[in-house]
């Protein structure tokens, strides 16, 4: 994996991290549970890189 790509993964991660804060503080179900599955599926492409 490139550097760049490593980088614009872990600022989407970042993002989606963001995204959950958001649904906690406003009590949002809908959006807590879709935040969590977008961070779950961004970390997964780093995951793998990383036990290479």
Same mark, same amino acid.
């Given at each position: 994996?490139?550097?760049?790509? %490593?980088?614009?993964? &872990? @600022?989407? *991660? @970042?993002c989606?991290? *963001? %995204?959950?804060?958001? !649904? @906690?503080?406003? !009590?949002?179900? *809908? &959006?807590?549970?879709?935040?969590? *599955? %977008? @961070?779950?599926?961004?970390? $997964?492409? $780093? &995951?793998?890189? $990383?036990r290479?």
């Amino acid at each position: 994996m490139q550097r760049l790509d %490593f980088w614009g993964w &872990i @600022l989407l *991660l @970042l993002c989606a991290l *963001l %995204f959950t804060a958001a !649904g @906690l503080r406003d !009590g949002d179900v *809908l &959006i807590t549970a879709g935040s969590v *599955l %977008f @961070l779950v599926a961004s970390a $997964l492409p $780093l &995951i793998a890189h $990383l036990r290479r």
